[in-house]
């Protein structure tokens, strides 16, 4: 599937628009990446636990949108958006949240 944050593909012309489709994914900040990370924003440096789940949540948000667009018949998903939130203060989860223009290219 062809994913593409552009509203259209510079190589392919559009034949048909299908939708809006999108995915979502949620996923739990386990307690020792909290942990880990508030060390890593006292001396510096990456935190790296965070940044795993969120390309995992994002990964998973892609997937749901393509799996969503291809159910409708689509060759490409255009207009890509990606969001990205923390759910709750407290419970450390975090959403990542994909949406696009799902379409049929000739």
């Known amino acids: 599937m062809i994913t593409a944050t552009t509203p259209s593909l510079a190589e392919r ?3 048909q628009t299908l939708g809006v489709v999108t995915g979502e994914a949620i ?3 386990h307690i020792f990446r909290d942990f880990f990370a508030g060390i890593t924003n006292i001396i510096g440096g990456r935190a ?5 789940a969120l390309r995992e949540a994002r990964d998973i948000a892609l997937k749901e949108m393509c799996d969503e667009a291809r159910s409708l018949g689509a060759d490409a998903v255009v207009g890509v958006d990606l969001d990205y939130e923390t759910l709750g203060v407290e419970n450390g989860m975090l959403m990542v949240s994909a949406s696009g223009t799902a379409v049929k290219l000739r």
């Open 13 to 15: 012309e559009t034949a």
């Open 27 to 29: 996923i739990g900040a």
């Open 48 to 52: 790296g636990g965070y940044e795993k």
